[in-house]
């Protein structure tokens, strides 16, 4: 699909890579965006920057937020599920679950929910796409985010399964796998980090060009051109971070 003429909607689009989707979206001549954020009062120098712009209250996590979403957004052909949160726990030295079911109901089950609600209006319009903001994490763990890899891991499981089961209704499903990012969450990880710009602009360059599978940015291509040649060293020296106790 052409990304120019669309209607967007980008979930965490507070701050960030969503923030910068909406701007990169803006500049590449979309018809519309929908930006949703738990918090819509935190969209206010988004919704000015251009009468396009439409603030939406929207919990991933919130089956009647969800369903309120998709009864406004109507029009949109292209939905991406961005919305994430990190923990930054191991699997065993957390105090308890409460991170880690967080992070899976955000970053797994929002997914999930989004692309279920959203899928039949994806089709309604002629099909479109779904891109799945994942992370390099989501093929190795890094053990001082145990937690946080297996949410990312699981959303790449839904994201091949959407995949497979859109396709006969002429949806395409983008997965992103950028390594470190200069944002907030991004804090917890060492530098160089990819900016927010360089992950969006490949990210939209392969809705685009119908890749179904992104490393944006030479950080990212670099780790994944690592994987595919040693997968069992590249998770070696991620197992060298382990989880401060």
């Known amino acids: 699909m052409n990304v120019k003429g ?57 089956e009647a937020q969800v369903h309120a979403a998709a009864g406004r957004a109507r029009d949109i052909t292209l939905l991406i599920n961005n919305a994430g949160v990190a923990g930054w726990q191991g699997a065993l030295s957390a105090p308890d679950l409460s991170v880690a079911r967080n992070e899976m109901e955000v970053n797994y089950f ?41 949410s990312k891991a699981a959303a790449l499981a839904l994201t091949r399964s959407l995949r497979a089961e859109l396709k006969q209704r002429g949806t395409l499903v983008v997965g992103s ?21 360089e992950v ?14 992104v490393f944006p940015g030479a950080l990212s291509r670099d780790v994944a051109k690592a994987f595919s040649t040693d997968p069992k060293a590249v998770q070696a020296k991620l197992s060298e971070s382990l989880p401060v106790v």
């Open 177 to 197: 796998f950028p390594v470190q990012v200069e944002t907030a969450m991004g804090q917890a990880l060492p530098k160089p980090r990819l900016s927010p710009q």
């Open 6 to 62: 669309s209607v967007a909607l980008v979930t965490g689009a507070n701050r960030g890579i969503g923030a910068e989707f909406v701007r990169e979206l803006l500049r590449r001549g979309v018809k519309k965006v929908y930006a949703a954020a738990r918090d819509a009062d935190e969209l206010g120098a988004l919704v000015e920057l251009d009468s396009r712009v439409i603030a939406v209250t929207l919990d991933v996590t919130n």
């Open 110 to 150: 929002g997914v999930l929910s989004l692309s279920r609600t959203f899928a039949p209006i994806l089709a309604q319009n002629g099909g479109g796409t779904i891109v799945n903001m994942l992370s390099m994490l989501a093929l190795v763990t890094l053990p001082a985010a145990g937690t946080y890899s297996a």
């Open 200 to 213: 969006v602009a490949e990210t939209l360059d392969a809705v685009d060009r119908g890749i179904e599978e």
